[in-house]
């Protein structure tokens, strides 16, 4: 995903580049809903085959509660990392130092 982006920002189709580790963090996120779903619905598939009705579905909803629920400290520290991850991305891509536009009129310009 991050070599598209970047490939896309190169023949100027993409105005702005994602940072890899939000690349990798996304690219997990889609796996795990991709692997959640596949791992439901072929469950769903086995029970239909070996009983002869569909079995329950249990999809990325149902592990997201599961995780939410058996581990609720991991989930609250994640919780907070994640805005300061972000938060410590964008202030290195500004090199430390953002640029905050206090005049009003330019906001009134747009």
């Known amino acids: 995903l991050a070599l598209v982006c ?5 023949m100027n189709l993409l105005r702005f580049v994602i940072p890899l580790e939000l690349a ?4 997990c996120i889609g796996a795990f809903i991709l692997l959640s779903s596949a791992r439901g619905f072929l469950n769903a598939c ?4 070996q009983t002869g009705h569909w079995g329950v579905f249990h999809g990325p909803l149902d592990a997201w509660v599961s995780i939410i629920t058996r581990f609720p400290c991991m989930i ?3 919780g907070c990392l994640v805005p300061i991850g972000l938060s ?3 202030l290195r891509a500004s090199d430390w130092m953002p640029e905050i ?3 009003v009129a330019a ?3 747009a």
């Open 6 to 10: 970047q490939l896309l920002a190169q």
């Open 24 to 27: 990798i963090l996304l690219g």
């Open 46 to 49: 086995v029970v239909k085959r």
């Open 76 to 78: 609250l520290l994640l």
């Open 88 to 90: 410590v991305m964008g």
């Open 101 to 103: 536009d206090f005049d």
């Open 107 to 109: 906001y009134m310009e």
